[in-house]
């Protein structure tokens, strides 16, 4: 049986001259702290990652999130870290750092203090209140252009435009558009194969990439089938230049 952990969010503060208790929290506010909660521990493809499950206790409010171990762990180092380097998060990736940054904020909107720690023995703990001050270098986000393949599984959207396409290598991503551009495109690519072309930021030392900021740039039809024939065909084409090479990797090595 998987050995089981927990983060605690406790929250201090007042709701007009009351005490903050779960009985006058806001299910607003209960929904934004778990949406956030589940970026602190696994920022990166959900699809994979174990249950979390939840309890709302007194004593103020606390969040309880209950999850692997092994994962609570890694949290824990986490706060140390950020503990360590002077709030420093240039270190977490994107979706961490959001979180992180979105509980700053709301301490300081809502004049409330959070109290982050785990059930690992001996853990660090931080306090975010409204003097609070996470340090994250934006130089080191860049615009970069991105291609991506996979399956459309949402296409449009009332208030705002976006593509949901589903990836391999990153989960769903959801890419914001113009509504006319999506309004414009004449095929219905819902559960089809296509590629997409945006414009998004990238950590210029890790390469990592902001999936919150992709904007679609265009729609590209993509047929598997036709892209390997097409393949095919170029490294037929370039085995002609090939040709009186012997060992084309150590050919490589020495133009390297």
């Given amino acids: 049986m998987e050995r ?13 001259n009351l005490q ?18 589940e970026n602190l521990l696994f920022p990166n493809n959900k699809k994979e990652r174990p249950t979390i499950s939840y309890d709302i206790q007194s004593g103020s409010v606390k969040h309880i999130l209950k999850t692997s171990l092994q994962a609570i762990i890694g949290f824990n180092a986490l ?29 300081k909107k809502q004049g409330v203090a959070f109290e982050i720690s785990t059930s ?32 459309v599984t949402d296409f449009g959207g009332k208030e705002k435009a976006n593509i949901h396409l589903d990836t391999k290598e990153y989960g769903i991503l959801k890419v914001n558009s ?36 992709l904007k679609l740039l265009e729609i590209v039809d993509y047929d598997r089938n036709y892209k390997d024939d097409y393949i095919s065909e170029l490294i037929s084409k370039a085995s002609i230049s090939w040709a009186g090479i012997g060992d084309a990797d150590e050919w490589l090595s020495e133009m390297r």
């Fill in 178 to 213: 113009d509504k006319k551009m999506l309004g414009d495109y004449e095929s219905n690519p819902l559960y089809k194969p296509y590629g997409i072309r945006t414009m998004g930021k990238q950590n210029v030392h890790t390469g990592e990439l902001d999936k919150s900021s």
């Fill in 120 to 151: 690992v023995k001996d853990s660090g703990e931080l306090i975010v209140d409204a003097y609070t001050e996470f340090l994250r270098s934006e130089e080191i986000w860049v615009d970069a252009e991105f291609y991506f393949y996979g399956i």
């Fill in 79 to 107: 706060l140390l870290q950020i503990y360590n380097n002077n709030y420093s998060i240039d270190f977490l990736e994107s979706p961490t750092a959001r979180a992180f940054e979105y509980f700053q904020d709301s301490a």
């Fill in 20 to 37: 903050l208790t779960p009985e006058n929290y806001d299910i607003k506010d209960i929904i934004s702290v778990l949406e956030h909660a």
């Fill in 4 to 16: 089981i952990g927990y983060i605690q969010i406790k929250v201090v503060g007042k709701k007009g």
